[in-house]
């Protein structure tokens, strides 16, 4: 208990002798997420589901809204309904920590001691905040809470299409940068064989696409959706080798195109698989949805862990890389490793910015472990809205056009640092 309450846990200081205090903080944060959604996936799997039952009042609601009874039988998807329950505790501790640091600049301010300490009453606030949020009382709660994860989720696919961009073009520049440097055509031969990789999955992708969601006759939306999709990622892939571009951006290429568009692919598929169908499923265990919290997790974590290579996403993300300061010199000269205090002069990530980017990311998953379904007003049956499809599909164009943004601004704006 007292190295939970401590300002760095002594635990973490011993594994990672090297790590800022920063990059403690937000991996234990990221940490919290990680447990809630572990939860989640617990509460909707088949044997835990039915226990469900045994809470007091959980599997009967008590409200009247929008003309339901007041004694609702939800034994149908009590799993779907801990799991909304679990992503509004989480999204509220979340939210209660993004406006509680909003205007923290440096590790001098009191609040930069609730951030970077107190992590087992943060626990128990947790904990708190999932019991009575089982106590929330049925009626417009899921239907409401819904549209909030919604709104929620739009943002965060974006932000994970921003980092697959910035790590699209850090891995591009880096091999490139290596292959300069050594000389070494393998570098070049291992870029060509990576980019071939991912088109090749993202065709093989598309071409499952309209096998498994179109028909001959029928099925239009889905055969324009993926249509539109496809004749989208051809031209972000041309305009990414054009002569002006390359000569704006030399590192500019095929590499980032081909991940854009695996993922764009991706996007494609998770929205066809929520198109309303005759059929109601209350699980989320298919393939889009695993794919979804894979690249969640592996997001998630970039956000923790580091910065970008690059000044403009930085400033977007509201992080920099700063210097460690003096503790860290003193410590190294003193051959003492242990965790220390970087933001003495200035934080290096706006604290209030990642709180709400684990919102976000707590909507997020809380969509994809329900399959972006939702009850109808009698509270007895799942279905999948177009509400889902648009919103996916919306923000996989958004990203595409975020892309071919990153690759014109230096010729819009050739005053402006684009490094």
Known sequence: VSCLCGSAPCLLCGCCPSARNSTISRL???????????????????????EL??????????????????????????????????????????FLFAMLMVCVRSSKDPRAAIQNGFWFFKFLLLVGLTVGAFYIPDGSFTTVWFYFGVVGSFPFILIQLILLIDFAHSWSQLWLRNAD??????????????????YAASITAIALLYVYYTKPQGCTEGKVLISINLILCVIISAISILPKIQEAQPHSGLLQASLITLYTVFITWSALANVPTPQTLTTWWDAPSIVGLVVFILCTLFISVRSSDHTQ???????????????????????????????????????????????????????????????????????????????????????????????????????????
């Open 28 to 50: 234990l944060f990221t940490f919290f997420l990680f447990l809630g959604t572990l939860v989640s996936i617990i509460m909707i799997i088949p044997g835990v589901e039915k």
């Open 53 to 94: 039952h045994k809470l007091p009042g959980f599997c009967r609601g008590s409200g009247s809204t929008l003309g339901v009874q007041a004694d609702v039988d939800c034994s149908g998807f009590l799993g779907h309904k801990a799991v909304y329950r679990m992503g509004f505790a989480t999204a509220a501790f979340f």
């Open 181 to 198: 440097e050594s000389n070494a055509k393998g570098w070049y031969a291992a870029l060509c064989t990576v980019t071939f990789i991912f």
């Open 313 to 419: 996403v930085n400033k977007l993300m509201l992080t920099e890389e700063s210097g460690a300061g003096a503790g860290a010199e003193a410590a190294a000269e003193s051959g003492v490793h242990r965790a220390y205090d970087n933001e003495q002069e200035g934080v290096t990530y706006s604290y209030s910015f990642f709180h709400l980017c684990l919102l976000l990311a707590a909507l997020y998953i809380m969509m994809t472990l329900t399959n972006w379904y939702r009850p109808d007003d009698s509270l007895q049956v799942l279905h999948s809205p177009w509400t889902a499809v648009w919103v996916k599909i919306s923000s996989s164009w958004a990203g595409l056009l975020l892309y071919v943004w990153t690759l014109v601004a230096p010729l819009v704006l050739p005053e402006r640092d684009f490094s």
